[in-house]
């Protein structure tokens, strides 16, 4: 009965408090941290500057920089910093007025012809156009393009040819609908989307075509090549080609990627990356790239981190594709900080139990001022000395041995409580001739 009620005492013991919604996250310590930076020459307060997210830093981040990284003075006082790089342009591609003359169903079984007509932008100038953006229907396929261009009474010539894709995938499903070109200013277009090779004789149906203008002129933000190691990829399925590459770093992004072959060839690509090469492998892009002629589409945007990279090239019924060359990169990232004095400071990054940072560091500048301010440059990684695993954030220790304190004295009153006689307990002769032998 003591040992039942023991157990319920300790199991009525009410949990600690969590702290209120909204209530400021607890300031990080030096000691959380695995890994630190020395931040070179001394900071001035209040003099913001920057300093380069290099492969190292990618590496010793547990969460990512935006969550990881964190600077600290001499005083163990954190510097207000956020997580920057040049966002890419945004662009709005407004499809052309464009006509389908013609809709109809050619040799081999299984292909779709359509016959476009683009209208003139004004009476003197034909519409420049960079791609064309194909849906179908059905959730299943994989279907090859070709695109040919002529003026109104000139011959047909080849603009590109590529392939677009909907396969599905874990509940969601892998998408690839553009087919891009060079600018080309042709008024006709003659599109061909031929069989799918693995349901040879079924006809495309159309949902919708859209023939999409050459973007704006705005730059593309700087990147910095990733080196990685390519290594033996697993078996190739039916049909698909599998490439296979390390960058040796934890979690790293990538932007871009080019790949680049032998020969003529046009193959729908897509591509996955993973922290793990036999764990679970994430979608980063699907894309078409083609070298037909003088045509050629080799760039694959990508959006997406990990260590391992996995390229999936279709092939059908064609051979591997030959002398395969591919190379990635990834936005250049800064660390932009804001000194609270004068004095050295120290980078730290590699904390699993850390929270992002709240600084309203990035509502006070603009991106114009960003790109502007002072490089700084960082010393060697090295190991921080005073990391201490399982350390808590400041304060924290000393609330814990509270909690800890509170909830023992509860847990003992209970039990002594338990072990007390009722007050007015009726004796009982075992009790009476106890207390007699004493007497």
Known sequence: MKGSSFLLAVALVPAAPLPPAGRAAVPPVPAQFEWRQPILDDA?????????????????????????????????????????????PRTVAVPLRARVLNLSTTEPPGTLRLDVQLDPSTAQHRPVHTAVRILLRGDDWIRPVTIQGADEEGEWATVAAGHILRLPHEGDR??????????????RLRIRIGPDARRVGEPPSLDRLEVLPAPAGAADPPLEIVKWTPLTPPTDRPMWQSLLFDTGIRTTPLHLIEIEAAGEYARPVIVWAATHPTGQWMLAASESIHRVRTQMSARVNVAGGGRYWRIDIFRGDDPPLA?????????????????????????????????????????????????????????????????????????????????????????????????????????????????????
């Not at 290099?54 to 920089?65: A, K, L, N, R, S």
């Not at 892998?174 to 080309?184: D, F, K, N, W």
């Open 44 to 88: 001035r307060a209040g003099e913001r500057f920057r300093v380069r997210i290099t492969g190292d830093i990618y590496d010793g981040c547990v969460e990512g920089p935006a969550v990881d990284l964190r600077v600290f003075d001499a005083a163990d006082r954190v510097w207000p910093c956020i997580v920057w790089c040049e966002p890419p």
């Open 174 to 187: 892998v998408q690839s609908e553009l087919v891009r070109y060079s600018p080309a200013d042709f008024p």
């Open 323 to 439: 002398d395969v060359r591919v190379r990635a990169w990834r936005r250049v990232a800064w660390l932009v900080i804001e000194p609270l004095a004068d004095g050295p400071a120290v980078l730290h990054y590699g904390a699993a139990d850390v929270r992002a940072p709240e600084h309203d560091l990035s509502r006070r500048l603009e991106a114009s001022a960003i790109a502007n301010l002072p490089i700084r440059e960082l010393g060697t990684r090295e190991r921080n000395p005073r990391h201490r695993p399982g350390a808590v954030s400041g304060g924290s220790s000393a609330v814990a041995v509270l909690m800890v304190g509170v909830a023992a004295t509860a847990i003992l009153a209970v039990i002594i409580r338990l072990l007390r006689p009722p007050v007015g307990a009726e004796e009982t002769p075992a009790r009476r001739s106890q207390r007699k032998r004493g007497n």
